[in-house]
């Protein structure tokens, strides 16, 4: 399981005309779920998530020291398989150890309730459709996890 970590100030994501979800301060989670990826990967990574220290205590500029769960932040957390692209050959992608959707599906959901399960208000996308996200960033913090 991939996701890369964008800590924003605030953020949505708009399908067609409709807006499915949108965040204030926290985090924009795209996900990418592997082939051998489980449940107890996704609870990991949503507990990693929760837990990572990357935003600033008042008066404390540039020491990141509180959590997800220390501010109270939201998440918005959206499906991205293209994180599982390999470009090592050619010039286009290979996606084959991206899972198909009857397996990513319920372990993007089970990511999502597992960082519900922390208390964190979760808004999503929707898994499969053309997606435009906005977000505005909170300092340049990005973060690559993988389980």
Known sequence: MRAVVQRVTEAGVVIGERTAGEIGRGFVVLLGVGLDDTKVDAV????????????????EEGKMALSLLDTGGEALVV?????????????????????????????????????????????????????????????????????
């Open 44 to 59: 990991w990574l949503a507990e990693k998530i929760a837990n990572l220290r990357v935003f600033e205590r008042d008066g």
């Open 79 to 147: 499906s991205q398989f293209t994180l599982y692209g390999d470009c090592r050959r050619g010039r286009r992608p290979d996606f084959t150890a991206a899972a198909r959707p009857e397996k990513a599906i319920p372990l993007y959901e089970a990511f999502c309730e597992a960082l519900k399960n922390h208390g964190i208000r979760v808004a999503t996308g929707e898994f499969g459709a053309m997606m435009r996200v906005r977000l505005i960033n909170d300092g340049p913090v990005t973060i690559i996890l993988e389980k």
